[in-house]
């Protein structure tokens, strides 16, 4: 197998805090807007030596053609497919030619429509050659991706470059050209840019290595390295996620766009008789076989529809089941959450999976989730197998990113004793525990007192409730006041004189009042749950740990120099520009996400950027570049979460939530002008801290929090 042809992206296992399914809905086969497809397939490779010629596009492209009519209602005419069979059956128009290629993919910004569905498999070889002298994009190694079309040649030192090579930025700009019609993309790469061969009889790389391969001098790709190295070493830092990042997996970004890949970086992607295990001699690409296999299963045995990274995660699903350890396939794309050729997303749905060793069941979700001791989660077939619950587990014990669970019955379902490996999780039942807010009523008023103490304890009597009566208004934690205006939550302690934020919960006549105090109250657990485990983070480094280094500079007047520590504290000012460089400073591959907690209570992603995949190699770097944006005066917070990157990428963007509404409140846009944030970061401390949570062990977790205070002032 190869990674995937294009520079590193976003992927995520989106762990969702407080999933829930939705109702059951069957693939929509005719759903607003038209469908067209183009499956490109290149096995053979004239100018290339025998041992790169491939079997398996050939055969990747009538099955995914099939699945996509029969599953998802394409007509043959709404397919257009490039390989060798179809050159030979039209004539060599369709023949997989670098020409043919760019052609089909402007033809399909010619014809694409607002709301059609558009389709793209690219299966065949991929690689990487040295990016051009000054290039719009860097790379971190000064190398760009590479799509290998079946006239591809070697290295050309004349033009400095692969002869009739396909590079990710061109795949870019056609794909730009088709979403500029409002069209959404579903784009998979089946292919690699890796220079690792696989030397089994059973299985085929679809890479080419770059210097024996192709022929690239070892000088030049040396050379091309040396460049980027300098060039990160600067001040000026414009990788991956800079303004100008805009190759085809950053065009995710922009929305309208999924991109699946085969493998990550430094892996390979293969072509094998599929499926394992079998007599057959059929040869297909292991990605595009498992999606089909996936899709097909799905359709089957579930009335739920799929989304685009639950199909990932099942395709991981099925590696794992088939005893591989390699390669791991990623997803971008700000719209991974949504159903397979729909329209419709599930942005709350789960992907915690149960698995079993030594007669224990464990969760891969954590405190980091949502989880508490106590909550109880529903259970699923694995993905892909059917949506009917097959029983309930309870949480027994919990860490920062897993969970011990034991199986109950739990609300009619009775007790399961052989619960399935890989079983999808939803949280049935949050126990919120020592964490439940004490809430009073207070007013003026008698009879709005009366009212809302009786609103209080309704609600705190309710099942899986997040706050209780506090038993006096001294001893309260959040206040429900209530005055002409409308009623109010407000901070019970710790003002310091200050007149307190009150958060707008609506009229005392709104019948659905108590379900938007309880929704509030949930969100400022979060908020604080989240601020109280990092902040108990050890100081102490532990040795091994994962190591991340941020270092934010301000960037005034053209120059930039580091943020620095005044007397009190960090502040950043209304219109300040910052820019962010992020590095993985250890041995590990790490999987790495910013959260903006506001006063408001808000939860921002910061990183990665939307659509982008957050995986960093050793030594990678990436940067963005924030502006900064304040109305009034606030003490705000920036997490930083790392993990070990293993298996597909995980992401806590999912742990977003919006602000509460407060009063009275300023009508400009308040902390944030850019969607990447303000962040201030722990490396200001100094390079590649190591925090650990005091209560576990965190060799494979790195968690850091800043807090700062954020002016309207403007700086000086």
């Known amino acids: 197998m190869n990674p ?32 067209h497809a183009l499956l490109i397939g290149c096995t053979h490779y004239p100018n290339l030596d025998d041992k790169f010629q491939l079997k398996g596009p050939a055969n990747d492209i009538p099955i995914f053609a099939k699945v996509l009519g029969d599953l998802y209602g394409f007509d043959k005419s709404q397919i257009v497919a490039l390989s060798e069979a179809d050159g030979k059956a039209r004539g060599k128009d369709y023949l997989p030619t670098r020409s043919a290629i760019e052609r089909e993919f402007k033809a399909l910004a010619q014809k694409a429509k607002a709301g059609d569905h558009v389709v793209i498999l690219m299966a065949g070889h991929g690689s990487q050659q040295p990016e051009p002298d000054n290039p719009t994009d860097p790379e971190p190694d000064g190398l760009d991706e590479i799509f290998l079309p079946r006239d591809a040649g070697t290295w050309d030192g004349s033009i400095g470059k692969i002869e009739n090579a396909i590079v990710d930025d061109e795949i870019a700009g056609w794909l730009k050209a088709i979403r500029a019609k409002n069209a959404f993309i579903w784009i998979l790469f089946d292919c690699c840019h890796s220079g690792t061969m696989i030397r089994d009889q059973e ?17 030049v790709l040396l050379a091309a390295q040396k460049k980027a190295d300098a060039r990160f070493a600067g001040k000026k830092i414009k990788a991956r996620g800079g303004e100008n990042h805009t190759g085809p997996v950053k065009a995710a970004q922009d929305g309208g766009i999924v991109a699946l890949y085969a493998a990550q970086p430094q892996e390979v992607t293969l072509e094998r008789v599929m499926p394992p295990r079998t007599q057959g001699t059929v040869v297909y690409g292991l990605f595009s076989y498992t999606i089909c296999q996936m899709l097909t299963q799905a359709a089957k045995n579930q009335t739920r529809p799929l989304t685009y990274e639950e199909l990932l995660q099942g395709v991981f699903n099925q590696y794992m089941g088939w005893g591989r350890t390699y390669p791991t396939p990623l997803i971008e794309g700000e719209e991974k959450n949504r159903e397979i050729l729909g329209n419709k997303a599930w942005t709350g749905r789960s992907a915690w999976l149960l698995t079993k060793s030594a007669n224990q069941y464990r969760v891969n979700a954590g405190t980091l989730q949502g989880l508490t001791r106590g909550s109880i989660l529903a259970v699923y077939p694995p993905l892909g197998q059917g949506d009917k619950i097959r029983g309930h587990v ?66 705190s009597a309710q099942k ?36 307190p934020t009150a958060f707008a919960m609506g009229k005392i006549e709104d019948a659905k009042l108590a379900q938007k105090v309880d929704a509030s109250l949930q969100r400022i657990v979060r908020a604080d749950m989240l601020k109280r485990m990092v902040r108990d983070a050890s100081e102490s480094a532990q040795p091994g740990g994962l190591k991340v280094e941020i270092a934010i500079q301000l960037d005034k007047g053209g120059k930039q120099t580091p943020l620095a520590w005044k007397s009190d504290g960090f502040v950043v000012h209304d219109d300040d520009a910052l820019t962010i460089r992020i590095k993985n400073a250890g041995t590990d591959t790490i999987d790495v ?29 990436d940067s963005v570049t924030v502006d900064i944006a304040a109305d009034e005066d606030a003490l705000e917070h920036l997490v930083v979460i790392a993990v070990k990157g293993e298996g597909p990428a995980t992401d806590f963007v999912s742990l977003e939530q919006p602000v509460l509404d407060a009063k009275p409140r300023a009508t400009s846009e308040r902390g944030l002008k850019s969607p990447f944030g303000a962040i201030l970061q722990k490396a200001m401390y100094g390079p590649a801290g190591t925090r650990a949570v005091s209560a576990e062990p965190l060799s494979g977790v790195f968690l850091s929090m800043t807090s700062w205070k954020i002016t309207p002032e403007r700086r000086r």
């Open 203 to 219: 299985e085929v790389s679809r890479s080419v290595s770059p210097e024996k391969g192709l022929k690239i001098p070892a000088q």
């Open 593 to 621: 996400t910013i959260l903006y907690i506001d006063s408001q209570y808000g939860i921002k992603a910061l990183y990665p950027p939307k659509g982008r995949l957050n995986r960093l190699e050793p030594k990678q770097n």
């Open 464 to 499: 899986g409730s997040l706050f209780a009566v506090a038993p006096t208004l001294s001893q309260a934690d959040w206040v429900l006041r209530g005055d002409a205006q409308g009623v109010f939550l407000v901070p019970g302690t710790g003002h310091a004189g200050k007149t």
């Open 4 to 35: 995937r042809t294009v520079s590193s992206s976003l992927l995520g296992l989106f762990l969702a805090t407080f999933a829930c399914y939705g109702q059951n809905l069957a693939p929509d086969k005719k759903s607003a807007g038209g469908r």
């Open 394 to 459: 309870k949480v027994s014990a919990v860490t920062t990113l897993a969970a011990d669970v034991e199986p109950i019955a739990h609300d009619g379902t009775p007790l399961a004793k052989d619960l399935p490996e890989e079983g999808v999780c939803q949280m049935a039942l949050a126990d919120w525990g020592d964490v439940r807010l004490k809430v009073a009523a207070d007013s003026a008023d008698g009879a709005m007192k009366t009212k809302l103490a009786e609103l209080v304890q309704q609600a």
